[in-house]
């Protein structure tokens, strides 16, 4: 339950990755609860060029490429960076495909406050992952959120950017998921995805509380037509609801 804290302070090409467990899972993480809050940060003032800066701070794992299963995060998480890509997540920064398999959140749970704030690349903040271009699933978010940036900054319910992967059977209780971007026009924020690239087909099932201070609509981008456009909920087959007593009781998942 001890709070965790990693701040670069010279090492010019060092990403803090900070997490409650795990950096880089390939295996099974299993029944994992995490009660102490995360805060990563970089305090790196101008990157090389041609170098690509990330930050990561999550709940369990910081990179995902295996199953993690029965999982919680009562901590509240915190990315920040000057110059690097900031991922967030509730419970995996990162949840990726390798050699053809896909990594695996599933029945896991965060509750509290996630953020993800970089000076000038993106901010991604998840509910349950940062980043997905594998599977999420049967898992839920309670509490609040928030990206600030200069570039893009994201946030969603359950996964901030959803990279033509699958997200179902999950839900949201948030009392606020907003995003800032001061330079720029990439502020995607919504219930269950922020942002949903090239495909609709893998989002469904989801329930969220409806709240007015995020949106209702994930955001689709298609690389092929390089067309950025709101989705309506039936589009991404989520429900909201106006409570959370409304919730179907199969779908939370306990403390």
Sequence with gaps: SND????????????????????????????????GDVHSESALEVGTAGNVYYVFASGVVCD????????????????????????????????????????????????????????SSGSYAGGVAAWNSASVEHSGFEGTMWADSSSDAICGGIVAYNYASRVSDCYVVAQVITSNVTNSTGNFFAGVVGVNINTASYVYSNHYVLNSSFSTAAYLYNGYYGIWRAMTDNEISTTAYNTAAELPSEVVLND
């Design 64 to 119: 995902n490429f295996g199953l993690v299963s029965n999982s919680r995060n009562f901590g509240n998480i915190k990315g920040i960076s000057k110059v690097s890509n900031v991922y967030s997540g509730g419970i995996v920064s990162m949840n990726e495909t390798a050699n053809g398999v896909s990594a695996v959140v599933e029945y896991s749970k965060s509750k509290g406050e996630i953020s993800a704030k970089s000076k």
């Design 4 to 35: 965790i804290t990693l701040v670069q302070t010279s090492a010019k090409e060092w990403h803090p990755n900070t997490s409650g467990f795990v950096n880089t899972n390939y295996g099974k993480i299993d029944s994992c609860k995490n009660y």
